[in-house]
């Protein structure tokens, strides 16, 4: 293993010397998977490579206590690529990095570690876990100041061409830069609402997918700086319109074949599938807390915009939370409808494999599947088929986190102790603030 590491580190130092690089981004995430970076000219990269490089956490979202501020960094060499929008004479390059602590052990609060620890967890039971999102979001004018605005650049609708689509040309700059940086690219277009996109790019196993959204993020809003635009991954911008979701396609592996297909199954589905899905089920409104961990995040899960807010499950329906995508043999699959891509991408895909290995340790069963549009049914149809509801505020969701052990296990102490304190003092700032909504609705009527 360690020879392996050690040609991996050698292979890191001979891309960097043949690209030109001079600097090079540590990059991490806090716990609301905003990614930080520690620039390092090149000549420190073989030092960082031997995990020797130190930062302050104490100023990190959510990470330690002044007293104990010192972290180290532990770069991944599998993440190394280099910015290709940087000059070549002065090329930038990237690592994502693990964050440990002095005594070498990984720290509690990094976000990367703990979706690490739940992939450890499935590897024990014979698993791996192969993810592909579909991620959202919106481009937005500037103002002359270049702060962002609500104005969008197109009046174009799903899967609309050019002349109204005026961001295509942004987007296609995004899928051209992600391709090089190593992403295969499978689809592109216009979403539902105007100034809404979407670019999926292929699945891979669940850290390199959190790795690579966190990256996408990351290029589709510096892209978008480039063409005078604003990319924005909030929920719901703007009231009226579809939000911004990422689904997020979900199958397991054993020994190199698709744990969630059977043949000889009415749908083709695994008792194995059958058990992931009743697990996601069963942790749905704890789940929310991560998957949608903004006071926004649940402006868009009302009923009316394609976004799912009844706990149930489909090989065909697409208003519930889980739908069975048509495709069997190494492509059966599920896709978890109701994430949203505000949510820190290492944490969600923690909580999701986690409730879902908890289905399968359990043997817990689905109910039956719901093939009706959910959305117009009745509450006492609802009720006699079970069908459960998503938390309806972020309040109602840390409600429900707080109740479920499965998902906080998965979180660790240290993470959902801090993240929820902040989730708390976010809804309590909200619940407490006079809106605009208010002004207008009572000001003249009392």
């Not at 090079?24 to 990269?45: E, H, M, S, Y």
């Not at 009923?303 to 995508?325: D, F, K, Q």
Request: charge should be negative.
């Amino acid at each position: 293993m360690e020879d392996k590491n050690k040609e991996k580190r050698a292979a890191v130092l001979n891309q960097a010397e043949e690209w030109g690089v001079k600097f090079v981004r540590l990059q991490f995430t806090d716990i609301f998977g905003v990614l930080k970076n520690v620039a390092i000219p090149v000549n420190q990269l073989p030092k960082a490579l031997n995990n020797e490089l130190m930062f302050d956490g104490s100023s990190i979202e959510g990470f330690v206590r002044i007293e104990e501020s010192d972290m180290y960094l532990y770069p991944d060499p599998d993440t190394f690529a280099v910015f290709p929008w940087r000059p070549h004479d002065g090329a930038v390059a990237r690592l994502i990095c693990d964050v440990y602590n002095p005594d070498g052990t990984p720290f509690a609060g990094c976000p990367r570690c703990t979706l690490k620890k739940v992939i450890a967890e499935a590897a024990a039971m014979g698993y791996t876990m192969n993810v592909g999102p579909e991620a959202e979001f919106f481009l937005f004018h500037t103002d002359a100041s270049g702060r962002p605005t609500l104005t969008t650049h197109d009046r174009a609708g799903y899967f609309d061409l050019t002349p109204v689509d005026l961001g295509e040309d942004a987007r296609r700059d995004m899928v051209l830069t992600l391709e090089q940086m190593g992403f295969e690219i499978e689809a592109s277009h216009h979403e539902v609402a105007p100034g809404q996109h979407e670019i999926d790019f292929k699945y891979a196993e669940a850290l390199t997918t959190a790795d690579r959204i966190a990256t996408f993020k990351f290029v589709v809003r510096t892209i978008a700086q480039r063409h005078g635009l604003h990319a924005t991954f909030m929920p719901k911008p703007i009231y009226g319109i579809n939000g911004s979701g990422m689904h997020v396609n979900i199958s397991l592996s054993k020994n190199g074949q698709n744990a969630f297909y059977d043949p000889a199954d009415r749908l083709g589905l695994s008792q194995t599938a059958y058990h992931f899905i009743a697990g996601i089920m069963k942790h749905a409104r704890a789940l929310a807390a991560v998957t949608n961990p903004t006071v926004n995040s649940y402006k868009r899960l009302v009923p009316g915009y394609e976004a799912p807010v009844y706990i149930a499950w489909s090989p065909r329906n697409r208003s519930p939370l889980i739908r069975v995508p048509a495709k069997r043999g190494p492509s059966t699959r599920i896709e978890v409808r109701h994430p949203d891509p505000s949510c820190n991408p290492y944490l969600a895909l923690a909580v999701l494999l986690k409730a879902g290995l908890d289905g399968i340790k359990k043997g817990l069963t689905p109910p039956p599947p719901t093939d009706k549009n959910i959305f117009a049914m009745t509450p006492a149809e609802l009720q006699a088929e079970g069908i459960g509801v998503l938390p309806g505020s972020l309040d109602e969701a840390l409600e429900a986190l707080a109740e479920d052990e499965v998902i906080k296990e998965a979180l660790g102490p240290h993470i959902y102790e801090r993240l929820t304190l902040a989730q708390k003092l976010e809804w309590e700032q909200y619940r407490t603030r006079v809106h605009q909504w208010e002004i207008d609705q009572y000001l003249t009527k009392f």
